[in-house]
């Protein structure tokens, strides 16, 4: 569908289109050696975009948004805006109303009056709303979205998709979950690529099942509305780059789940998932591969650890307006540093500490900024749950500042909560306590 050298022009279009009797009845298998190529375009030429931000706040039944980029954007392409509260179903979808304009688009299509937007959205730093575009001129579908199809990639089959649109497929059935992944000493890459309405339980969009991970590259694609993104589940060795995309939406489970954390995760942005935005979720990892530049809002949660893991940097983190916690450690994580993390407006802590493991060991949080928000208050800074009383665990900050008030973001109800007895030596440096109550029942410390 198009090749490398030539993709399929702009005023053309590619579709494959499974006419599904009963969900998955078809889909396509990429065989052992086989070539997938399917090569798209961007909607206008010399403008690759396929993402902006916001930066008007928008209210409700707004149908002309102002953006910060010219997009090239045409009548009737299918945009995403997504959520800036805590609420993640204001992540919405609608169409565009005409070809967009250098700073503005004009929509419709959405839920609110007029076709215009259901939810207000921010366009102000530090929060601005994201806008995908999810149409390409390149398509693989089902039939609807209760009858999906799918894509199975085996082993040591090539694939090189750029600028293609997915949505209905997938299931619970194994090989046919959406687009499954088993590249071993084949190859995978999708970039610039858009997936979306997968919603039939149990279905995901890029889920890589192979054992190796080698040769998988997931690149600059947005998503919206699908069950699951399951990146390199169960592999043990291989290199998987994910990068640079968003993540909007999905109504079960994970937004982001990394069952292999050795690869490259970096420069994504995860939005309103059912539970946590991502979960490093490698049993007895033994090394963190190049994690940096991941933002997470709008989430159940932000960042959960709850499988053993260690050793490892994570840098230059963005967490906020997430519903439960920012970062969650559930299980037993030691010589893990988070390298500047900016976290604000997490409803119950920025921070938890809640391991039922062996506890948290040489754990560091170098340039850690936390906060409250004015419009989502947040309770806890950092909180230090019962399961701390079980085993020694020792954290540190280092140049911290916690609970400065400024613009958007406030002071916590507390800075340090330790809610109940914890075995815990917390280390401050040259860390700042802003709030009102800087540690709430600090007896608790055993």
Sequence with gaps: MGTVATPCPRNASNEIFFDCGANVDYGLTVRNLGTLITQGLSRTSGKLIDRCLLNTDEAIASTSLGVDTDTGWLDNDVIAVASTTQTITQSEKGAMNGAAGASTLTVDGFAGAGGGLAFAHLGTSPIQAEVILLTRNVVIRGASATLQAYIDIKPTATVDCDWTEFYWLGSATANKRGIDIATTTGSCSFDRCSAHDMMVTNSRNFNSSSASGNNISITNNVTFAIDTFHAASSQSTGIMTISGNIFMRNVSSFLCSLGDVGGVFSDNVMISGASYGVVFNETNADL??????????????????????????????????????????????????????????????????????????????????????????????????????????DVEFINGDFGTAAGIKATHTNDINVAALAYIRAILNNTKLGSGTEIATPSNMI
């Design 288 to 393: 963190l591969g190049t994690t940096s530049g991941n933002t997470v809002h709008s989430c159940t949660g932000g960042i959960s650890f709850p499988a053993v893991m260690a050793n490892g940097t994570i840098t230059n983190t963005i967490c906020y307006r997430n519903g439960g916690f920012g970062v969650n450690f559930q299980a037993t994580v030691s010589n893990l540093i988070f390298d500047t993390i900016s976290l604000w407006g997490n409803l119950t802590a920025n921070i938890s500490f809640s391991t039922t493991g062996h506890g948290i060991a040489n754990v560091k949080f170098i340039n850690a900024t936390l906060n409250g928000d004015t419009g989502f208050a947040t309770t806890n800074g950092i909180l230090i749950s019962n399961a701390m009383r079980n085993f020694m665990s």
